[in-house]
């Protein structure tokens, strides 16, 4: 089926690195997360100024930004209209935006932005409250299969963005027949859907492991499955998808990008001292204990790679209905 393989195989070659860049420095202030406070962007955002700063990288602390909307719509628009040349500013993405910019979603075209680095992906996971009748990945897809309906789910994107879909391919490979009925809420992130589980008004959260990570370690909520090739190194007590016979992952790579009118030695600068952090033994540790895969691709590399991105994106999107 369409959703089993593509993600798998596009993040299979990751590793590679960039090319050493040698520009000129480039001064940080600000990070915008386009979500709100806790979740995956805001991780990305808090952590990598921090790190930035840690370890020199820019002048002062990293101010971050938190501006939830739209699935980083808000945000988006807000740099092509305001701050396309300001090369102080950092703006967390992952494959999420990306998936909303291939479904024009966004107000502006792909290539609005300049993308500088991955520097990891996080894991996909479905989650229930712990109190939750549902105990097995097995019963959650045996009640999909009996009543689509029976069951409210939730993300931090819309319907058809990349945690809907994550959800869709576990369904698919379990045998659930009618997709298009289970029913699905969108939050701005992970943790309002897993806040709103928890007060009983969600059955099932479809996100990333990192951004309720600490739900998790507090055992508010039980993981059915992750997403994963391979059990995740700091809580290789959940199961994967694939451990339960749901041949399925769902990674999230985590990046950043900046505005368009950037020039190309601000950009160099940039991608340049990212690569730095990702090599740190700061960014690793901070990375792998939150659940997030350590992957790098900087520069021309990550450009390429966002745009196949959203080819495949856009591909899928076509398949499973959500556009023309």
């Known amino acids: ?180 009925d289970i029913r699905w809420v969108q939050f701005d992130g992970g943790t309002d859907a897993v806040t709103q589980m928890m007060g009983g008004q969600i059955d099932v959260v479809s996100t990333d492991l990192g951004e309720i990570a600490g739900f998790v370690e507090s055992g508010d909520i039980r993981i059915l499955a992750a997403l994963s090739d391979d059990p995740i190194p700091a809580f290789p007590e959940i199961p994967t998808a694939k451990s339960q016979g749901i041949d399925v992952t769902g990674y999230n790579w985590r990046g950043l990008y900046t505005g368009g009118d950037v020039s190309d030695e601000e950009y160099a600068a940039w991608v340049e001292k990212l690569e730095t952090l990702y090599n740190s033994e700061e960014w690793q540790t901070a990375a792998t204990n939150s659940g997030l895969v350590p992957i790098w691709r900087g520069g021309d590399e990550f450009e390429t790679f966002v745009r196949e991105q959203a080819d495949i994106m856009e591909d899928i999107s076509r398949d499973i209905g959500v556009i023309e």
């Open 1 to 180: 089926m369409i959703f089993r393989t593509f993600m798998t195989a596009k993040l299979g070659a990751a590793m590679v690195a960039a090319a050493t860049l040698t520009a000129a420095p480039a001064s940080a202030t600000e990070c915008i997360a386009p979500s709100d406070p806790g979740g995956g962007w805001d991780f990305t955002c808090r952590t990598i100024g921090r790190i930035l700063t840690e370890l020199d990288l820019v002048d002062g602390n990293v101010q971050v930004t938190n501006m939830a909307g739209g699935v980083g719509a808000v945000a988006f628009a807000m740099v092509a209209a305001e701050r396309a040349d300001d090369a102080d500013l950092i703006v967390a993405t992952s494959t999420v935006g990306v998936t909303q910019i291939a479904q024009g979603r966004y107000p502006a075209p792909l290539d609005t932005m300049r993308y500088l680095a991955m520097l990891g992906a996080d894991v996909g996971v479905i989650a229930v409250d712990d109190d939750s009748p549902i105990q097995s990945l097995e019963e959650l897809n045996a009640a999909m299969a009996e009543d689509p309906t029976s069951l409210v789910t939730a993300g931090s994107s819309g319907a058809g963005g990349w945690d809907h879909i994550r959800l869709l391919m576990v369904a698919d490979a379990a045998g659930v027949e009618e997709l298009s």
